[in-house]
């Protein structure tokens, strides 16, 4: 039972890292207009917003993003957020990436909204298949690449991760939002088993 709550913990951890890896390019975008699915049309004022978050995103060696990935996630954000937003919360280009990312405290219910569309139901990628590989580089946490994927999608549906990445991107710490995620039942609806990622049968 401890070796089953630990698996758990694990797999909550490994996507709490990767929202927390999307939330460091969020404190970085800006624009005025409203946002799409992903991508967009990048002003002169906006641009150093994209390239700092674009290399926020790069400087971490195991996000697996590629490179068109990463610029249509950081346009995509920019256009949601806005320049304005941006700088009414003290927010520049070179505070982007730093070890203490500024939160948009005031960030409006319908931009969050829009961020959580880009991020988990957008163009730029397949949340699910991050989720994904995510979890099958991890070594401690042998699973197929099938039972991965279906875990990845689970994730990407999860209300959980959804207000996690909003909490995040807002300083909101009031609640846990990972705590409303339920990984065993993740667990049996994927067909992952104790022994798929520790072993053991027991």
Known sequence: MRTTIWTARRVRALGAVAVAGLVFGVAACGSDSSGGSGGGDVSADEQPYVDAIVQSIKADETAPFSDEQATCLAAGMVNIIGV??????GITPDSIGASSDPVLSDLSASKADEL???VFDGDCFDFGDLMAAQLTQDTSLPLDQDKAACLGDAMAKSEGFRKAFVAAITGDDSTDPFSEIDIFKMFSDCGVSLGDVTGTTG
């Open 116 to 118: 959580v569309t880009l």
């Open 84 to 89: 304005e937003e941006f700088e009414k919360a």
